[in-house]
């Protein structure tokens, strides 16, 4: 069984920045590609950023290019999301899960990012 812990959220005004990350456990975290993905309120999840097992590949949606960015360490079983000029159109709860088919089992509490304007 695989948990995932997501953490480093909070409240930033428009144009800040936060630095989330997410920790495995239970299985081995390298074997899998990882990626981020939130819920506005009213929303459904959506896909946000993705990354290879090894990191040598990225992806990321539309509406945050060139503001977010994905990374990983694989000795620290962490997948982190840096998240730049942030605006209030990113306030959601983010989560991270197994990419691209998420797994229903993984899924962890998330992490409450809000954006002031």
């Known amino acids: 069984q695989v948990q995932l812990v997501e953490s480093g959220g909070g409240l930033v005004q428009a144009g800040g920045s936060l630095r989330l990350s997410c920790t495995a456990s239970g299985r081995t975290f390298s074997n899998y590609p990882m990626g981020w993905f939130r819920q506005a309120p009213g929303k459904g999840r959506e896909f946000v950023a993705s990354?290879?097992?090894?990191?040598?590949?990225?992806d990321v949606a539309g509406s945050v290019k060139g503001r977010f960015t994905i990374s990983r360490d694989n000795a620290k079983n962490t997948v982190y999301l840096q998240m730049n000029n942030l605006k209030p159109e990113d306030t959601a709860v983010y989560y991270c899960?197994?990419?691209?088919?998420?797994?229903?089992?993984?899924w962890g509490q998330g992490t409450q990012v809000t954006v002031s304007s």
């Open positions: 990354i290879t097992r090894t990191g040598k590949s990225t």
């Open positions: 899960n197994t990419y691209p088919n998420p797994n229903g089992e993984y």
